[in-house]
């Protein structure tokens, strides 16, 4: 009988139709029934949630494992399993352009700052918003003229926390993206030349693998490969600033055995300037560089996290930025001087306060710091003393104090 019931074909098919009991999660009996395509679907979620290869699907240890969970199981191969995922995704992309679309987040056709402000408010009432506390925008001029369209109906209707004063925050990121852009044009020459050196390396699979095997013989210290920028992402240029530095010596040699690489790169300008081959200049600035850019980068990483509050953490980093282009300011070198006041320039315009209060500075980037059990009141005076010196930093701490109290 045992012999039989072990070789049986039809048993299989008999148990796709029966019913078993099974305990649920909270340990009652329910009847369960094997689903071929649920359990493919689980299978597909797990991938996708633990973030695990498709491949494991063929491997040994899997199949043998779900040939004693469910042998009822059909394995799929990694390539219905990627079909599977494209399906899942279209289907999650549908689902979720309805359900917004529902909600009034549909897509702005108008930019003019009347269009976003009635846009905005659309918005707030879809969702049934009744109490605002922040905007977070960019700096374009149209978004200072939506702005002032939305507070004039949200007050109104008395919709604003302390009356409005904390609304508008201008984008901390887009910030420091216009500020890092004026120091990248003091060194545009190098910056591009790293650019084309490493878009010609990328640019082909036979290149790529060329360019390894060189840095290999050169054994160079470093898990990162060459990263190609996005020109309008300045933290893109600094990950790729920063990884080709690695490989700054390992380019003189691969110049030596592929002449058609300096010679395409001869070919192309910037400015009318021939680009080349970065020299050993070209690596000082980029080294340089990469030392100032890195205070930003941190920042950048901090204001754009998406997982816990960031506000709290703005101010300490701010006062670093300003420390660090203080320093600058008093370089020998009058390219970095130049490259300091420049950067200043821009960045004082949405921040600094050494004279009188700035209208683009929300006080809410100091108060969130001052309520931090880490920083409080004391942390937030010493910053502001070493930004502005003893008697501006008194005078702002006084308005704090009274703003606290709004």
Same mark, same amino acid.
């Given at each position: 009988m045992w012999k039989h019931y072990t070789s049986c074909v039809k048993r299989f098919e008999a148990n796709k139709s029966q019913t078993v009991i099974n305990p649920d999660e909270s340990g009652s009996l329910v009847s369960w029934k094997f689903n071929q395509d649920r359990v493919r679907e689980a299978l597909v979620k797990m991938?996708?949630?633990?973030?695990?290869?498709?491949?494991?699907?063929?491997?040994?240890?899997?199949?043998?494992?779900?040939?004693?969970?469910?042998?009822?199981?059909?394995?799929?191969?990694?390539? /219905?399993?990627?079909?599977?995922?494209? #399906?899942?995704?279209? &289907?999650? @992309?549908? !689902?979720?352009?309805?359900?917004?679309?529902?909600?009034?987040?549909?897509?702005?056709?108008?930019?003019?700052?009347?269009?976003?402000?009635?846009?905005?408010?659309?918005?707030?009432?879809?969702?049934?918003?009744?109490?605002?506390?922040?905007?977070?925008?960019?700096?374009?001029?149209?978004?200072?003229?939506?702005?002032?369209?939305?507070?004039?109906?949200?007050?109104?209707?008395?919709?604003?926390?302390?009356?409005?004063?904390?609304?508008?925050?201008?984008?901390?990121?887009?910030?420091?993206?216009?500020?890092?852009?004026?120091?990248?044009?003091?060194?545009?020459?190098?910056?591009?030349?790293?650019?084309?050196?490493?878009?010609?390396?990328? /640019?082909?699979?036979?290149?790529?693998? #060329?360019?390894?095997? &060189?840095? @290999?013989? !050169?054994?160079?210290?470093?898990?990162?490969?060459?990263?190609?920028?996005?020109?309008?992402?300045?933290?893109?240029?600094?990950?790729?600033?920063?990884?080709?530095?690695?490989?700054?010596?390992?380019?003189a040699i691969f110049e030596r055995v592929n002449p058609a690489f300096v010679r395409d790169l001869k070919q192309k300008t910037y400015n009318k300037i021939p680009i080349g081959v970065p020299e050993e200049l070209d690596w000082h600035e980029v080294r340089r560089m990469c030392g100032y850019l890195k205070k930003f980068h941190k920042l950048t990483e901090e204001v754009s996290a998406t997982t816990y509050p960031t506000s709290h953490t703005f101010f300490k980093e701010m006062c670093g930025i300003f420390t660090v282009i203080r320093r600058l300011e008093g370089h020998e070198n009058e390219d970095i001087k130049r490259m300091a006041i420049s950067m200043k320039s821009k960045l004082g315009k949405y921040w600094l306060e050494d004279k009188e209060l700035n209208p683009r500075m929300n006080k809410i980037m100091y108060i969130a710091a001052m309520l931090d059990p880490r920083q409080k009141m004391k942390h937030v005076q010493l910053c502001l003393k070493t930004v502005y010196g003893d008697r501006r930093a008194a005078e702002l701490v006084e308005m704090l104090k009274k703003s606290m109290y709004d």
């Open positions: 991938l996708i949630l633990d973030e695990l290869p498709l491949r494991c699907v063929e491997r040994e240890g899997f199949i043998l494992f779900m040939k004693e969970a469910q042998p009822l199981f059909k394995i799929p191969s990694r390539h /219905a399993i990627r079909e599977d995922i494209v #399906k899942m995704y279209l &289907t999650q @992309k549908t !689902y979720l352009r309805n359900f917004f679309g529902l909600k009034g987040l549909g897509r702005i056709y108008s930019h003019k700052g009347d269009d976003l402000a009635s846009a905005i408010t659309t918005i707030v009432d879809d969702w049934g918003l009744n109490r605002l506390f922040r905007c977070t925008l960019d700096n374009a001029v149209t978004n200072d003229h939506a702005i002032k369209g939305i507070m004039t109906r949200f007050v109104e209707r008395n919709m604003l926390l302390a009356g409005g004063q904390y609304f508008h925050l201008r984008c901390v990121g887009h910030i420091l993206n216009l500020v890092v852009d004026e120091g990248l044009a003091e060194i545009g020459v190098s910056v591009r030349r790293v650019r084309e050196v490493v878009k010609w390396i990328k /640019a082909s699979p036979a290149r790529s693998d #060329k360019f390894k095997e &060189t840095a @290999k013989l !050169y054994k160079v210290e470093t898990s990162k490969f060459l990263c190609l920028d996005v020109p309008t992402r300045w933290n893109s240029t600094y990950l790729m600033l920063e990884s080709a530095l690695s490989y700054a010596p390992v380019m």
